[in-house]
């Protein structure tokens, strides 16, 4: 991509484009001179960029912790049931969504990091066509893979170790929701489009939309009309619907970004979304791999550990939600800047990145410590259940800066156009640091095993990452201002002695 073509015959017009060609949209040059440009507004190019990463992260955050918090109320809601089937089930029903939709968010990774490099260009025409494009193929991929999981629910389930009753609740919950996955996933990459474009404000809302009416919705269907589980799935589906109307109301009607586009543009475009989103989705997939696994062993200590597993499970992105916030924050101030060719502010904004990352994780970690008497009394948690939140929130939470280094690595490595590291890493954190970790850890500590098994995996593979992606930029900086000097000394040949 940024490589220097330096094999350039035919005289010095022709050479001068051949390099511009490398660099990738930064010189948009033709044999007759610079192709017009369709301006638009790179804000992530000019001012701070601690400033961008912090406000565009709050105003992410905002919205992740109003969604997350809807599923730790969920799960509160069906803890005052009584039942640890019911938190168990939701665990596992949750394990299978993260399936599904680990390939909706490889996508809204492929609208992020197309909309902001062609934004980072002035091509809003680009950015556009790259929306309207990204929009069927998540409606068309999302949905098959939705129908793909209904007809094989319950031997999936089974898969992952519910029985008995545990099952037949898993399966009432998994059979609801399901259905909605490809709404939310069209409505979460119309919300990446937007945040991509700057306007983190209006991602923000259709977050909170959402939420607002999960929140609204959960204690009348699960209590009100006595649905139970379903009641919290059909709560859920609601709230998808209203985050696709607010991400799509917001990028078709306020940005107007969506362009016009046909089955010979699709296929045009489809090889570079799959470049970028293929190896996303790849990325993606390593994590609900390595947690199905986990979930799996723990169901061998019986429903309440997995009820324990699955408490925490609710409870850490609410907690965490800032560094989820932050990793998809700093991808389209990532974007603009390489497209616009400021690898030093990119550089700087991982650095800045990995600060507030590691703040944030500290401050959270003693805030849980403080509360575990709190946790455990409110979702009436008993037996291997207490005590594996009593050990989580004591020893773990501190391995979660080093889970926000690969996902800060990651979002950089795939507006880098380098998404293959970000599945060589993620999968190598799954296959050779979660899945021996965690089997050892079941072998020789129990369930508190599992979870600091883990733990483990993120500190090795979150670290080697993070090396990884700085010695990227350097390398792509480097490259680029090569790129830069061929072009100025090309420039000087053609000059009239």
């Known amino acids: 991509m940024l490589e220097c073509v330096l094999a350039m015959p035919r005289g010095p017009d022709l050479r001068r484009s051949a390099v511009a060609g490398t660099l990738d949209g930064w010189f948009r040059l033709t044999d007759q001179g610079p192709i017009a440009l369709t301006m638009s507004q790179a804000v992530f190019t000019r001012g701070s960029t601690l400033r961008h990463v912090v406000l565009m992260t709050g105003a992410s ?21 009584g039942e640890q089937e019911l938190a168990a089930a939701v665990g596992f029903g949750g394990a299978l969504l993260f ?29 556009g066509r790259y929306c309207s494009n990204i929009l069927i193929v998540s409606a068309i991929v999302a949905s098959l893979i939705a129908v793909l999981a209904l007809v094989y629910l319950q031997d999936l389930l089974s898969l992952l170790g ?8 898993a399966f009432s919950y998994s059979r609801i929701i399901i259905p909605a996955s490809p709404i939310l996933a069209v409505g979460m990459c119309a919300a990446n489009a937007t945040r991509s474009l700057g306007d983190a404000r209006r991602s923000m809302y259709a977050t909170l939309g959402g939420s607002a009416v999960n929140a609204i919705l959960d204690p009348i269907l699960i209590f009100g009309l006595g649905w139970g589980i379903e009641g919290a799935a059909a709560a859920s589906v609601c709230a998808r619907f209203t985050v696709m109307v607010i991400a799509f109301h917001a990028i078709f009607k306020i940005h107007q970004l969506p362009r016009p586009t046909s089955l010979r543009l699709l296929r045009e475009d489809f090889p ?27 169901s061998q200590f019986g429903d309440s550990a997995v009820a324990g597993a699955a408490i925490m499970g609710r409870i850490t992105p609410v907690a965490f939600a800032a560094i989820f916030a932050l990793s998809g924050a700093i991808g389209p101030i990532v974007g603009q800047n390489a497209g616009a060719g400021h690898f030093d502010r990119v550089r700087r904004t991982l650095l800045e990145a990995l600060m507030c990352n590691t703040a944030y994780v500290i401050a959270i970690w003693v805030i849980l410590w403080l509360l575990a008497d709190s946790i ?15 050990f989580y929130v004591t020893w773990l939470p501190g391995a979660f800066a080093f889970s ?9 490595f795939n507006n880098l156009h380098r998404a293959h590291l970000a599945t060589v890493f993620n999968f190598s954190r799954a296959l050779l640091g ?26 090795v593979f979150g670290s080697l990452a ?23 000394t090309l420039d000087q040949s053609r000059e009239p002695d």
């Open 376 to 390: 455990v009394a409110a979702f009436s948690a008993r037996g291997p259940a207490e005590d594996l939140i009593r």
């Open 61 to 81: 955050t905002v919205g992740l912790v109003a969604m997350f918090t809807v599923d730790l109320v969920d799960m509160y809601f069906l803890s005052l049931l």
């Open 466 to 488: 993070f090396v990884a992606v700085m010695l990227q930029i350097r390398k792509l900086g480097h490259q680029y201002e090569q790129g830069r000097e061929v072009l100025a």
């Open 99 to 127: 399936f599904l939709m680990a390939v909706s968010i490889g996508l809204q990774i492929g609208m992020g990091a197309l909309v902001s490099r062609a934004e980072g260009c002035h091509r809003r025409d680009l950015a």
């Open 162 to 169: 519910a029985r008995g009753k545990t099952l037949e609740y």
């Open 272 to 298: 570079g979304i799959a470049g970028v989103a293929g190896p996303a989705i790849l990325t993606n997939l390593a994590t609900p791999i390595g947690g199905a696994f986990v979930l799996r062993t723990m």
């Open 434 to 459: 979660t899945l021996p970790c965690v089997w050892l850890g079941a072998r020789w500590y129990g369930a508190p095993g599992v979870i600091a098994g883990e733990a483990l995996g993120a500190v």
């Open 404 to 412: 926000g280094m690969l996902f800060v690595a990651n979002a950089c």
